[in-house]
């Protein structure tokens, strides 16, 4: 009898050097399994576009989220229509776990055969062995590092970055994030010495730009301690600098935050860490409306106040546009992260709405009287909010000049010595005229109109509107204030006086030391 053979694709249309972990932890835990080993052949996960080749291919796997679900889709019917008996397998966070949801994402999809919940290594082979879905809870961390799965990647010379897990779930259940949603909020801890015979692999090859933890919580257990130990003894072992990422931190603090924030600092140079302070708002309403705590001040500030005489730089993750925040809400946010906590950076993002999140059920979008529309760019679409109970178009507008306010200014040490009021000041910038900077500014305006209009759709074509809306609103304002220097500070006179000081002026978005 001869074997199936099974692809399983995990590409991201926008991020396209990360290692296909979720496909190769479906693979490893697969072939663990006597009976699928001996029916299926696996070939080697894809994580690019453009790489997949269907002869010979009896099931296509694809994984499934916000940033692929377009692109899979017409993957999939390509796929189809090569080869109408071949099976099409959806899994992934995309796909709704609500059953009537489901079955309406699968009825608009002819070419599915199947589309998979849950823990996708145990779904996955179930479905494999025609067996009924039974809701295990994985035990046993995939190991495809270890198992090999990965090798021919490693092998090839390609500059990759890798990620993997020490333990999956989320005791948390914030509005927009779907970590308490498809992973369930029971935490599954994974044996340490399988974690660490990941790290030691993955330490092993050269050509490894980052790695990322994936837990929702890293630091949430006294494991973590041993973790970063055993990297900082690999890293040494192999002489082999990789730069060290986490999905994230202890969301409330725990005790254990501290001593590894500190390990980290003092035992990887600051071109190697890439840690986030994931705040998306100060404003009470608000983090009650999106069900989130933020760490603990009397946690932090402590740890910022040492790593300041260390000048190690501190940056957050912020949420534009989140229900219940006002213009002058999201201000003071910004400013309290600058003033209060110490904040040096700020990355910022349009918030998304994703499958299998309370902020996208109907329930919650009436209660705050949420509108969301599509945007559509490259090979994707996604939803947003662009109207609800504490915010319209015009709000929205006033918020993003505040944030580029912020970023553009404060953020890039410009007038950062000279700033002592940052919302007055910021409030009578907007006051004033400013023709060069206006022209700036107008161009951002246009843009937040365009993404934000009450259509059903707005498709966003050129690479510098998809940019600003994807990468935590980049855009090359910074630049042309550096290159029109005198001009710019003559039109800041009338806030700062004369700006004798030194502008820092390098991209602060690229800043790679900070803390969640």
Not at 77 to 103: N, V
Not at 186 to 211: A, G
Not at 324 to 349: F, M
């Amino acid at each position: 009898m001869s074997l199936k053979t099974i692809q399983l694709c995990s590409i991201s249309t926008i991020h396209q050097n990360w290692i296909p972990y979720a496909s190769g932890c479906l693979i490893s835990y697969c072939k663990s399994i006597p009976e699928i080993d001996k029916q299926f052949k696996f070939l080697d996960p894809i994580y690019k576009v453009g790489q997949v080749d269907f002869e010979g291919i009896d099931i296509l796997g694809l994984t499934c989220y916000v940033w692929n679900q377009s692109y899979n889709d017409n993957l999939a019917k390509s796929y189809k229509e090569y080869d109408p008996d071949g099976k099409i397998i959806y899994g992934g966070p995309q796909i709704p776990e609500d059953p009537l949801l489901k079955e309406e994402f699968d009825n608009k999809r002819p070419w599915l055969d199947r589309s998979i919940i849950g823990l996708g290594e145990i779904a996955f082979s179930e479905w494999l062995l025609n067996l009924p879905l039974s809701g295990k809870v994985l035990r046993k961390l995939p190991s495809p590092y270890t198992d090999g799965i990965f090798d021919n990647i490693f092998n090839s010379g390609e500059t990759i970055k890798v990620s993997f897990e020490s333990n999956r779930g989320c005791p948390y259940k914030c509005a927009f994030c779907d970590w308490g949603g498809q992973a369930k909020s029971k935490l599954t801890i994974f044996e340490q010495d399988d974690v660490f015979d990941t790290i030691n692999k993955i330490y092993q090859y050269s050509n490894i730009k980052e790695l990322e933890i994936l837990d929702a919580n890293f630091g949430i257990l006294k494991q973590d301690i041993d973790i970063v130990n055993y990297m900082i003894k690999c890293q040494e072992k192999y002489n082999n600098h990789i730069k060290i990422s986490y999905s994230g931190l202890a969301k409330n603090g725990s005790k254990h935050l501290p001593i590894i924030l500190s390990k980290i600092f003092e035992s990887f140079p600051i071109d190697q860490r890439n840690l986030k302070v994931s705040f998306q708002t100060h404003t009470p309403e608000v983090l009650k409306t999106i069900q989130r705590s933020n760490i603990d001040n009397k946690k932090f500030i402590p740890l910022v106040n040492e790593y300041k005489k260390k000048n190690i730089p501190i940056t957050s993750e912020m949420i534009i546009a989140l229900p219940g925040e006002t213009a002058d809400s999201w201000l003071n946010t910004l400013a309290y992260n600058y003033e209060q906590l110490g904040i040096d950076h700020v990355r910022t993002y349009i918030l998304h709405l994703v499958a299998n999140v309370p902020m996208n059920t109907n329930e919650y979008k009436k209660k705050y009287q949420i509108k969301s529309k599509k945007i559509k760019y490259g090979h994707e679409d996604v939803e947003i909010i662009h109207k609800c109970y504490s915010f319209d178009l015009n709000e929205l507008i006033t918020m993003f000049d505040y944030h580029w306010f912020f970023n553009n200014l404060i953020n890039s040490n410009i007038v950062k010595n000279q700033s002592k009021d940052i919302v007055k000041e910021c409030k009578y910038f907007f006051k004033l005229k400013h023709p060069f900077l206006d022209k700036i500014l107008n161009k951002q305006r246009h843009l937040v109109k365009r993404i934000f209009e009450d259509t059903p759709i707005s498709v966003l074509k050129d690479p510098a509107e998809i940019r600003f809306f994807c990468a935590s609103l980049r855009t090359n304002d910074l630049e042309l204030i550096i290159n029109n220097r005198e001009t710019v500070e003559k039109e800041l006179y009338p806030i700062y006086g004369k700006l004798n000081i030194n502008w820092i002026c390098k991209d602060p978005l690229n800043a790679v030391a900070t803390v969640n």
